[in-house]
């Protein structure tokens, strides 16, 4: 049996000889042509989409949405409207977490650590100097969103800190309170129960670390500059905004507040890394759905298919 593979919209980390390697990788899979092109229509083919955070997959003619056997979406993360929308979907939909959980769990770490611990070049001999140094077992860590980095977060934390959990909804009426570090990061699948404005904050102490690494921030920004305000030596981290990108210079009046555009999930591989996991996921789809076996496929990826309630296995 033959699958076309339509790759849709540009990749914002790809150029042209990222598509031809992508081309060129996975048409090496047997019965596997490629295509960019998804104005035209063959009654014959199956289809796989390969689709980003730039897809609308919505908007995508409904008979190749029909004929559509697996879906592998390059990006770790999905809005609310296209997670409604994919949930009715037949074809196993394939999140892109693993390729971008390792980098986003590397760079909210490094953020904790230098925080806890800053590598000072020190000009003379000091005994004294690490005094005032925290260590983070005497901290209590709270991890917002139950996504994969965010395991991966909690399995080095858990062994360095006397608490450590991970939270997946801010609206409860949890006992919290005390909180000396946030690492907020992005859930499973989006979540209306994800918000940390003015009666989460309350839950932190004064001098408290705040890490925002989440792909769509759920941080209420205006109650977290009134709490930093009130709260001189609580310190903030932000790889993502409301509203992006933001203004330059906006937030220069919190000293304690650093920045950046969303770098948690870059790495000098991802664009390879991309191409190894969509090369992954469809050579072992098709090996399956042409052995007839895809529960084996739907049972080792179970964690990726965001609408597996949907797949008749």
């Known amino acids: 049996m033959n699958f076309q593979i339509i790759r849709l919209n540009n990749s914002e980390y790809a150029n042209d000889s990222f598509y031809q390697k992508e081309a060129r990788v996975l048409t090496s899979i047997s019965g ?11 009654s014959s083919s199956s289809y796989i989409l390969i689709t980003d955070n730039n897809t609308d997959i919505t908007k995508l003619p409904l008979e190749i949405l029909e004929s559509t056997v697996l879906i592998v ?11 409604s929308f994919i949930k009715k ?15 986003i769990s590397e760079y909210s770490l490094s953020i904790l650590f230098n925080h806890y611990s800053p590598i000072r070049n020190q000009q003379y001999w000091n005994n004294h100097i690490g005094l005032e140094r925290k260590l983070l077992r005497d901290q209590k860590c709270v991890i917002v969103g139950d996504g994969q980095a965010s395991q991966e977060i909690y399995k080095v934390l858990k062994n360095l800190c ?25 859930p499973l699948a989006p979540s209306y129960k994800l918000n940390i404005g003015e009666q989460f904050l309350k839950k932190m102490n004064s001098d408290g670390l705040l890490i925002n690494v989440a792909h769509e921030s759920y941080i209420d920004e205006d109650h977290l500059k009134s709490f930093m305000k009130r709260n001189p030596f609580f310190h903030t981290f932000m790889d993502s905004f409301q509203t992006e990108p933001f203004i330059p210079g906006s937030f220069n009046d919190l000293k304690n507040f650093k ?3 969303k770098l948690s999930g870059l790495f000098q591989r991802l664009t390879n890394d991309i191409i ?6 469809i050579s072992e789809f098709v090996s399956n759905y042409q052995s007839q076996n895809l529960a084996r496929f739907y049972g080792e990826y179970k964690e990726c298919i965001i609408n597996q309630d949907n797949i008749a296995t």
Not at 89 to 103: C, E, H, N, Q, V
Not at 166 to 180: K, Q, R
Not at 276 to 281: C, N, R, T
Request: hydrophobic share 35%; proline share 3%.
């Open 89 to 103: 979907l037949d074809a196993p939909f394939i999140l892109g977490t693993p390729i971008k959980s390792r980098a």
């Open 276 to 281: 190894s996991f969509e090369y992954l996921i």
């Open 162 to 186: 006397n608490f450590v959990e991970i939270l997946n909804d801010t609206e409860s009426d949890s006992a919290l309170n005390g909180i000396d570090v946030l690492i907020a990061m992005d």
């Open 73 to 83: 979406h390059s990006d770790s993360y999905i809005d609310q409207e296209t997670l």
């Open 32 to 42: 596997i042509t490629y295509t960019r092109d998804a104005s035209s229509y063959n």
């Open 259 to 261: 920045k950046s555009s």
